[in-house]
Nanobody, 114 residues
Framework: QVQLVESGGALVQAGGSLRLSCAASGNIFRFNAMGWYRQAPGKQREFVARITSGDSTKYADFVKGRFTISRDNAKNTVYLQMNSLKPEDTAVYYC????????WGQGTQVTVSS
């Protein structure tokens, strides 16, 4: 069973940037996709972005043009570059494996202050 460990969450001011990392304990290429999700306080977990094994990407409308997902198969790591952060981006960000996620990380907190 592969394990996912997120890192890179922090407190940042609005307009700032962060890069989240998701390190997998095994080969991520065997998954058809890797994705990022987020959950804000009092809200349901929502899709943010995903990248397929063929490097096709998909983004939620609310992050298009601001966030970029990428992967480094050699390092078994997926990244989420987040620019122009807004207070409403505050959430716990989770990494997941599979188009229908079957493996989840523990999450990393992102807090954007206004």
């Amino acid at each position: 069973q592969v394990q996912l460990v997120e890192s890179g969450g922090a407190l940042v001011q609005a307009g700032g940037s962060l890069r989240l990392s998701c390190a997998a304990s095994g080969n991520i290429f065997r998954f058809n996709a890797m994705g990022w999700y987020r959950q804000a306080p009092g809200k349901q977990r929502e899709f943010v972005a995903r990248i397929t094994s063929g490097d096709s990407t998909k983004y939620a409308d609310f992050v298009k043009g601001r966030f970029t997902i990428s992967r480094d198969n050699a390092k078994n790591t997926v990244y989420l570059q987040m620019n122009s952060l807004k207070p409403e981006d505050t959430a716990v960000y989770y990494c997941a494996a599979g188009i229908i996620p079957g493996v989840w990380g523990q999450g990393t907190q992102v807090t954007v202050s206004s």
